[in-house]
Each structure stands twice: as structure tokens, then as C-alpha cells.
């Protein structure tokens, strides 16, 4: 239901984009991470049309959030990347703003962020 993609190798201070593509409809929209040995953690959020947005403190002027309706595509642009941004990163689909995981209904398969200091 959901295909997360655009993970990848990148230096400290890098760029990465990463999208979630869904068959369903939803109103809330979340990118979740995942690292080695630890829970699953909230990124960022997104509802509606986008009119509202809310962030990890980790990751709040870093990375942005946006969706597009009409292609049922979500993304995650996340720059300044740092070492401890390496994870698993999980897109998430639920009928309402979360920041905890057991809220959503639909997940996508994860894609790999690697951060290399």
C-alpha cells in the first residue's frame, strides 16, 4: 500500500529526498526511522493538504515534509545530515496526526539512509 524509495550512501552535510508513494488515501501522512539496536522513532508528520506539518526536534530545520495529492506522494527532504541520522526510514499512513507508531494503520517497507561522517 505504501513504497518508500530514495535512501542511499551520503557524506555528512549531504542531501537526500526520499518519497513514499500509496495506493490509499489518508489524511495523515508520517516518516518514521528506525537504527541498529534501537526503537522506531517519529520523524515528521503531515495532514490534509499539507496545513499542517510538525518535526522531531532532532530533525526541525533540517528536514521538510510535503505531499502531493494528486500523485499520492509523500516526501522527506532532509539536509544538513548528520551521522546519527543513519537509520531505516519508514513511511506511514493513518486517519489521524500522530507522533507514535501503533496510530498508524499502513506502513511501507523502509528504505536505508546511511550518513558517513
Known amino acids: 500500500q505504501l513504497q518508500a524509495s530514495g535512501g542511499g550512501l551520503v557524506q555528512a552535510g549531504g542531501s537526500l529526498r526520499l518519497s513514499c508513494a500509496a495506493s490509499?488515501?489518508?489524511?495523515?501522512r508520517a516518516w518514521f526511522r528506525q537504527a541498529p539496536g534501537k526503537k522506531r522513532e517519529f520523524v515528521a508528520v503531515?495532514?490534509?493538504?499539507?496545513?499542517?506539518?510538525d518535526y522531531a526536534e532532532s530533525v526541525k530545520g533540517r528536514f521538510t515534509i510535503s505531499r502531493d495529492n494528486a500523485r499520492n506522494t509523500m516526501y522527506l527532504q532532509m539536509n544538513s545530515l548528520k551521522p546519527e541520522d543513519t537509520a531505516v526510514y519508514y513511511c506511514?499512513?493513518?486517519?489521524?496526526?500522530?507522533?507514535?507508531?501503533?496510530?498508524?494503520?499502513?506502513w511501507g517497507q523502509g528504505t536505508l539512509v546511511t550518513v558517513s561522517s
Open positions: 503531515i495532514t490534509g493538504s499539507g496545513e499542517t506539518v
Open positions: 506511514a499512513a493513518g486517519p489521524i496526526r500522530a507522533t507514535t507508531p501503533n496510530l498508524y494503520t499502513a
Open positions: 490509499v488515501r489518508s489524511f495523515s
